[in-house]
């Protein structure tokens, strides 16, 4: 079954305690990207990566960390999470850039709670 | 900078028609996204216009004015399972890579 997978779904940490969450794609997806989401901001793009070895910022990208070291992992790094970090984060993937109307693929979310 | 303005929420009947309206301020355009998303889940991908003009998809249609800077998203025959939050994003850049989301329109469809 083609999808985009995360983990963990839920996780809830302390100030300062590096953390990563894990996304992965069994599509041979090229384009990987990370958002989050957050009351009456909507989705809001943090990096994104065009190919392995390949990465750029999105919108919000302070505080994140991305790699991609394989075409199918795409984590996401927080070195020291603050409060303000806690929100809904997605991870979604397309064959080819969105322009060339390629569906974009969204994870199931992983929600995070940093106190 | 960006700006993407979307109604908050709107309520709709059974059976009617609805239209939600998307209008635009960016850097760069490279197509409008529409996305349904439902509580609690991931959004999923409903439409994509890069050219003026109307697209139809079953009972969606995405209409793309540019130089208005002005989307709609018009559902006919609306169901329940059709209340959700619609999100308008653009895509910036040559290649679309960057996404701007709006901030969503919650829509409501009672019996």
């Known amino acids: 079954e083609a999808q985009v997978t995360q983990n963990p779904r839920y996780l809830i940490t302390v100030t300062g305690k590096k953390l990563t969450v894990t996304c992965s794609q069994n599509m041979n997806h090229e384009y990987m990207s990370w958002y989050r989401q957050d009351p009456g901001l909507g989705l809001r793009q943090i990096y994104y990566s065009m190919n392995v070895e390949v990465t750029d910022k999105g919108d919000v990208p302070e505080g994140y960390k991305v790699s991609r070291k394989e075409k199918r992992n795409f984590p996401l790094i927080l070195e020291s999470p603050s409060p303000n970090q806690t929100s809904l984060y997605f991870c979604?993937?397309?064959?080819?850039?969105?322009?060339?109307?390629?569906?974009?693929?969204f994870g199931p979310g992983t929600r995070l709670l940093v106190l | 900078g960006q700006n993407i303005d979307q109604p908050t929420e709107m309520t709709a009947t059974e059976g009617a028609i609805v239209q939600i309206n998307c209008t635009y301020q960016t850097s760069g355009f490279n197509g409008l996204f529409w996305y349904q998303q439902h509580a609690g889940e991931a959004p999923t991908f409903l439409s994509y216009?890069?050219?003026?003009g109307l697209e139809e998809k079953g009972r969606f249609s995405s209409f793309l004015s540019r130089s208005k800077g002005y989307s709609y998203l018009l559902l006919k025959e609306l169901q329940m399972k059709d209340s959700a939050s619609y999100l308008c994003a653009v895509g910036l850049g040559d290649s679309s890579y960057k996404l701007i989301f709006g901030s969503g329109t919650r829509l409501l469809v009672r019996p």
């Open positions: 216009n890069v050219l003026d």
């Open positions: 979604a993937s397309s064959l080819g850039s969105a322009s060339r109307r390629e569906t974009q693929y």
